[in-house]
């Protein structure tokens, strides 16, 4: 596949997500997209980002991001960007979704028959756990509407495979596994020496769910002599919760580059990566996790059920563990380091299966999607046909507070 441009019609491939760039480039969804599009070698592309305001805003115009590849955004408040959405689908011999969050905005396309959906995680339980159930339920449906209407799924883990499988029993859906792939290149051989002044790490945001207060409680329980590094793009959150932490003196705090991570690993013996264990994080297969096994981080958890690592037999430090100071040492540590990295090999192995299987099945698609008859005008421009209705109001709405302009706009239906 790579390497073949093909027709403009039967090569092209409709991504619907955010375009990998420069300034996105730390976003754990955008990192998991660069990753699919480098499956998709030289084929010409186009990305979507639609747009769901009100507002007049920018007109849809594709602009070329390089060669073979453009990017758009087009409104789906406007019948025009639409249907342009819709034939650029039509032409398209494969559209991949990525996560239910932007598949909610294009259901109509799955009726084309040819759409592959990667989900990234379980969204669903995600907003419940985050307290949004009426989210959580609409997510749902989306999510049921995708593994029932779609060519494929594509799930980061085993684990999530099977959860998908026993939440709904009564659909067959194709499933691909492909496992988050780190950017980083793992060292040949690690030569790192044992835990002489112990150096503690984490690399990562500061979301609730990656639990800043409970990595600063084990630290002031410990009270040990480690080094430790804090690397996170939100400085100012984690020098705040550092500081009220009375652990300001501790803690070096810094915000490093990607390219930069590899030596962070490098001085690094230790690295928190505590989840709580919920189906969220027991269906996930966190990239920072794979990179601590890679660079001979051992990872301090709270649960040790995350995604597929558990069953590859990775070896952790428990939290509590940590607080009392019992760390391996010695060779003990390079024997649980050496296990890792044996685990690390798995999961890449992992990868590169599911990455051949996506290649399989986008080869397969050697022609535009082609609809059932009807399904256009049944289904597909429903949107686009209520806009017409919709546009007498949408001025007044475009003046209004956007938040209730959106609010507005779903009690239309639109």
Known sequence: MPGHRGSAGAGLILVIGQLPARENARDGMVQRIASVDALF?????????????????????????????????????????????????????????????????????????????????????????????????????????????????????????????????????????????SQLPAPDVLDKPSPGPVRILYAGGTHAWQKVPRMLQALQLQRGGCAVDFLTPDLEFMRREVQAAGLDGRLSVRSVAPAEMPSEYARAHFGFVLRDDH???????????????????????????????????????????????????????????????????????RTAAGMEALRMLLRERVAPGQSQPGVEEAALLPLARALDQFRPVRAALARSPRDLAVRVARKLGL
């Open 41 to 181: 070698g030289a084929e010409p592309r186009v990305y979507l980002a639609p747009r769901h305001e009100p507002q007049e805003g920018e007109p849809f115009q594709l602009s070329e991001a390089a060669p073979g590849l453009r990017a758009g955004r087009p409104n789906l408040f406007d019948r025009a960007d639409v249907e342009q959405m819709v034939a650029l689908a039509r032409q398209a011999r494969a559209v991949y979704v990525h996560s239910v969050h932007w598949a909610q905005h294009v259901l109509p396309l799955y009726l084309l028959g040819h759409v592959i959906t990667d989900l990234h995680g379980v969204v669903p339980e995600e907003q419940r756990m985050l307290g949004h159930p009426e989210e959580a339920a609409q997510l749902e449906r989306v999510e049921r509407f995708a593994l029932t209407h779609g060519l494929a799924t594509v799930v980061v883990s085993g684990v999530m495979a099977a959860h998908l499988r026993a939440k709904y029993p009564g659909l067959s859906p194709r499933l691909l596994e492909l496992p988050n792939l």
């Open 279 to 349: 189906v969220v994080n027991r269906v996930s297969c966190p990239t920072k996790l794979q990179e601590y096994l890679a660079h001979g981080v051992l990872p301090i958890v709270e649960s040790r059920a995350l995604g597929d690592f558990e069953e590859l037999g990775y070896c952790t430090v428990p939290v509590e563990q940590f607080e009392r100071g019992a760390l391996p040492q010695g060779e003990a540590w390079r024997e649980a380091v050496a296990q890792n990295r044996r685990v690390y090999g798995a999961l890449r192995d």
